[in-house]
C-alpha cells in the first residue's frame, strides 16, 4: 500500500498580502500502489495572477520542486504527476497516475501572489511538523 501524505504550505512573495491562503482538507490519504490518486488544494488570494507551487518532501529530505500552475499556464504534466488550476473554483488539483512505493510523501501546496525567482531559496528552508 502507498501512503501519500498531505500538508499544507503558505509562501508568500515580499509583496504578499495577509489575507493570501492555501488550504488541503485532507491530511492523509492511502491508495494502492499502479492505482492514481488527486490531491485537492484550494487557495485565497488577491491576486488576479497567482503562482502555485507543488513539492513532494520524502522522508528525512527537503522539499523538492514537483511542478508550477499559474493562469497563463494553467495545465502542467510531467510523467506521472500533473496539474490543473482553476481560477473560477480557487483550487488546484495534483494528480499522481500509476502510484509506485517512492510516491509516499509530503506533499506541499505553496502560493505565491507574484512570480519571483528568488522564491526557491525560501521553500529550501521549509519545515513541516
Given at each position: ?12 512573495s515580499d509583496f ?114
Amino acid at each position: 500500500m502507498v501512503l501519500l501524505f498531505l500538508a499544507a504550505l503558505l509562501a508568500l512573495s515580499d509583496f504578499g498580502h495577509a489575507q493570501d491562503s492555501v488550504v488541503q482538507f485532507a491530511q492523509e490519504t492511502a491508495i494502492q500502489v499502479g492505482h492514481n490518486a488527486t490531491l485537492h488544494c484550494n487557495f485565497s488570494t488577491s491576486s488576479s495572477l497567482p503562482y502555485i507551487f507543488w513539492y513532494q518532501q520524502r522522508l528525512t529530505q527537503s522539499p523538492q520542486f514537483l511542478l508550477q500552475v499559474s493562469k497563463f499556464k494553467p495545465h502542467v504534466h510531467s510523467e506521472r504527476i500533473s496539474s490543473v488550476l482553476s481560477m473560477e473554483n480557487s483550487q488546484v488539483l495534483l494528480h499522481v497516475q500509476d502510484a509506485k512505493l517512492q510516491d509516499s510523501a509530503v506533499y506541499l501546496c505553496a502560493l505565491s501572489p507574484h512570480w519571483c525567482p528568488q522564491l526557491s531559496a525560501l521553500y529550501r528552508k521549509v519545515r513541516v511538523l
